[in-house]
């Protein structure tokens, strides 16, 4: 008995039978057979097309077993093989990579000049072989039926034309031609001819055929551009004339075939001669070219023909596609793997347990294949889209998400507010709506702020009141434009990113955030610093205790974001511990909200901080209050002598130290300094009332020094002669005077010659004032 094969060996198998199969495909009448295949299962994957075509070739839908029954109540017949197919089952893994600046792309540094990293989520391709089946495979409830061939029809043709038209890239013209020719594609013209006269079939055919080559045509100059900007890139090979010809021939026959026009069938007839001796490469990428070109042709015929029928009104009830028709057989053809359904943004695979039709939609409750309902669940509209995630109670958790949304909906004469400041903050959303641009992705500016954005290197446009812009290649651009600019919102956020880490950025968020006059909170969190261990993550009880206080300047501002719903601030408080631990916002910096951090609540323009403690928020009135200065911080370390004692010299002013809690006590003898303390302490500063101090600083000032000493005082020398001819003196003034000629005078300095200094070879700074 032969071994069971493992998941790798089986995905080998399956890929090594896709190369014989390509191998194959052009040696026979298997190449119209894998076209046909092919456009009804366009947005697969080569691979995928290829299975199908070589398993079953005349399949039309296909999904899974548990597909089939649980979401259509389709059962596969007994003795049915399984059509082998390849699905995709990437996972998720967090690695190290370096931090790079959003604008150079550079890896960023920190302090130390090393290289900083981040944690990132990445995502790991995986495949493995999984089974579908046909809706032939099945029986069960009858599925709508595929639309009618398009022949016949007039209306219908006209119609069809203006979708294909509308779908080229370039106009497309009925003219007269030669008979030998159906059409053409103009290169240097850019349109197409189509000649009249043809059948509806033919014309369709032709029609087709000629916007394929538009399309192939446009590709290949576009990568010939991205090889002569690339110099290291191999030069791009041209395809010839044969191969074009049959990609584009290859595209009409597999178009033509899912809207079932019978075109030619000798017209693939060489397809045997031009695939011999070609490598796999290289029949592998024609393949996927017409893969590729039929599945873009046929969703935009799709959606174009929705438009035109919509536009004239026309009634083709019975013409409509099953794509249209059957949003579950769309999503069956648009899931690979069957009943393996993936929702963007979740992990994993979801199989549809419910259904529910709301104000003429159809929407779909989805639990997950591997956890169950041990899981949350999440709801898709009819394309698959999310709706709504972490669903507990079934359809009720979409009334009320619809009911919620409806009363948000209801304030929409409420300004659109921004969790980043607006680069130029006089001109706003509405002020740009109103002129007429309303392209959400430029943001509005002035021309002075544009002038200053363009100096620094970004990129602004000029805006136009017919909502179209321009960019501004130099400077004339912006001084000639008499409207509003804007600059992309990409580029400003980028920008925001990289200023983020500057001090002054948490001091303009904070700023801003104080200034809005909408609702909002913010966030703070201590500085990082061993200074603070003290304080982290300490409740507020264990704080006093030592002494210290909750102070602003300990703190950065990390976040803030507006709130539009009405609760209590205890239920905001509550509401943001739990969002800010379990569900924080995707640009939110900080760490999870924790002890010893601050919630700032602006609401009705007055602001209130509460401190995360232990076990409850309290909250702080003067958290925002400036810190008091400390006169122990500001000491010069000079000590000035008085007769009640000796005070350090410290640099505040009378004003700061009775705001500090310190009051008058006494003066030096000369005046020339105030003794101020606070029943404990005390503190010398300077008397800048002192009038001694005043005349000495009109009458000698010395290239801005004071030298202290007050000409009208008795001098030592004095004092001696006082004293020898029996006039009593004071001892205070003897010891004034003997300090005061410690330092010299005004005149002693002047009489001094002067020194001569070396010139200074360094060039003044910027602004400097040049001596005449």
């Known amino acids: 008995m032969a071994e069971k094969q493992n998941p790798k060996e089986r995905l080998k198998e399956i890929t090594d039978s896709i190369e014989i199969g390509i191998k194959e495909l052009f040696e026979s009448d298997k190449y119209k057979s894998y076209l046909q295949t092919m456009s009804r299962f366009h947005k697969y994957s080569l691979n995928n097309t290829l299975l199908i075509s070589m398993q079953k070739p005349d399949a039309t839908l296909v999904a899974g077993f548990n597909k089939w029954r649980d979401g259509f109540s389709r059962f596969v017949k007994k003795g049915e093989k399984g059509i082998k197919i390849i699905a995709p089952t990437p996972y998720k893994i967090k690695e190290e990579r370096e931090k790079l600046d959003p604008l150079t792309k550079a890896p960023l540094l920190d302090v130390n000049g090393k290289v900083q990293t981040e944690e990132v989520e990445v995502q790991i391709p995986m495949f493995r072989v999984v089974s579908v089946f046909d809706v032939s495979q099945t029986e069960g409830e009858p599925l709508p039926t595929l639309a009618s061939d398009l022949t016949g029809n007039v209306k219908q043709f006209d119609v069809f034309m203006e979708a294909i038209k509308r779908t080229a890239p370039v106009p497309i013209e009925i003219m007269p031609l030669p008979k030998d020719t159906d059409g053409y594609y103009h290169t240097e013209e850019k349109r197409i001819a189509i000649r009249e006269g043809m059948s509806e079939v033919q014309t369709i055919s032709a029609a087709i055929h000629e916007v394929a080559h538009s399309l192939l045509h446009n590709r290949e100059m576009e990568k010939e551009l991205q090889a002569q900007q690339d110099e290291t890139a191999n030069p791009n090979k041209p395809k010839n004339r044969n191969t074009e010809e049959v990609e584009a021939e290859s595209i009409s026959f597999a178009v033509c075939s899912y809207y079932g026009i019978q075109t030619a069938e000798n017209s693939l007839g060489y397809i045997a001669s031009w695939s011999k001796g070609k490598e796999l490469a290289e029949l592998r990428a024609s393949l996927e070219t017409i893969n590729k070109t039929s599945s873009e042709l046929i969703t935009g015929i799709d959606t174009h023909f929705a438009e035109i029928i919509k536009e004239r009104g026309i009634d083709l009830t019975a013409e409509i596609s099953v794509l249209e028709q059957a949003p579950d057989l769309n999503k069956v053809q648009i899931t690979e793997d069957g009943?393996?359904?993936?929702?963007?943004?979740?992990?994993?695979?979801?199989?549809?347990?419910d259904t529910e039709v709301v104000d003429s939609t159809k929407y779909y409750l989805l639990e997950h294949e591997e956890h169950g309902d041990g899981a949350a669940c999440i709801i898709v509209d009819g394309d698959g889209k999310l709706v709504l995630d972490d669903v507990w109670n079934g359809f009720d958790d979409l009334k009320e998400h619809f009911e919620s949304r409806a009363a948000e909906e209801q304030r929409i004469d409420e300004p659109v507010q921004h969790?980043?400041?607006?680069?130029?903050?006089?001109?706003?959303i509405d002020d740009r709506n109103a002129y007429g641009y309303t392209d959400h992705e430029l943001l509005p500016l002035s021309k002075e702020r544009a002038a200053e954005l363009w100096e620094q290197d970004l990129t602004v446009y000029l805006l136009y009141e017919d909502n179209t812009e321009a960019m501004a290649f130099d400077r004339e651009d912006i001084d000639n434009h008499d409207g509003l600019f804007g600059i992309e919102k990409t580029d400003w956020l980028d920008l925001q990113e990289h200023e983020g880490d500057s001090k002054s950025s948490p001091d303009m968020s904070e700023q801003l955030f104080l200034e809005r006059t909408d609702n909002a909170f913010a966030i703070y969190q201590l500085k990082d610093g061993a200074e603070l261990r003290d304080y982290r993550f300490e409740g507020l009880d264990w704080i006093n205790s030592k002494g210290l206080t909750v102070e602003h300047d300990n703190y950065n501002f990390v976040y803030s974001e507006p709130f539009t719903n009405y609760v209590t601030q205890r239920d905001r408080l509550e509401e943001l511990w739990d969002r800010f631990n379990n569900d924080h916002p995707a640009d939110f910096k900080g760490h999870s909200l924790s002890v010893s951090d601050i919630v700032?609540?602006?609401?009705?323009?007055?602001?209130?901080?509460?401190?995360?403690d232990s076990f409850d928020f309290v909250e702080l009135p003067k958290f925002a209050e400036p810190t008091p200065l400390v006169p122990d911080s500001y000491v010069t370390g000079e000590k000035i002598d008085t007769p009640r004692g000796r005070f350090s010299l410290t640099t505040m002013t009378k004003e700061q130290m009775e705001q500090?809690?310190?009051?008058?006590?006494?003066?030096?003898d000369n005046g020339a300094y105030l003794i101020m303390g606070n029943g404990t302490r005390a503190f010398a500063i300077v008397n800048e009332d002192n009038p001694l101090r005043t005349a000495e600083l009109s009458t000698e000032q010395n290239y801005n020094q004071i030298d202290g000493i007050i000409n009208n005082e008795p001098t030592v020398a004095e004092l001696e002669e006082q004293s020898k001819s029996g006039t009593p003196i004071s001892l205070m003034d003897l010891l004034a005077a003997t300090r005061r000629e410690e330092k010299q005078s005004v005149m002693e300095q002047l009489a001094k010659p002067p020194q001569t200094q070396e010139k200074s070879k360094k060039a003044p700074l910027k602004g400097a004032e040049m001596e005449l």
């Open 660 to 668: 500090a809690g310190y009051g008058y006590h006494h003066s030096s």
């Open 339 to 353: 009943y393996n359904i993936e929702v963007d943004g979740h992990i994993g695979t979801w199989y549809v347990i």
């Open 600 to 612: 700032a609540i602006k609401q009705d323009s007055v602001v209130t901080y509460h401190y995360c």
């Open 419 to 428: 969790d980043y400041p607006m680069p130029d903050p006089t001109v706003s």
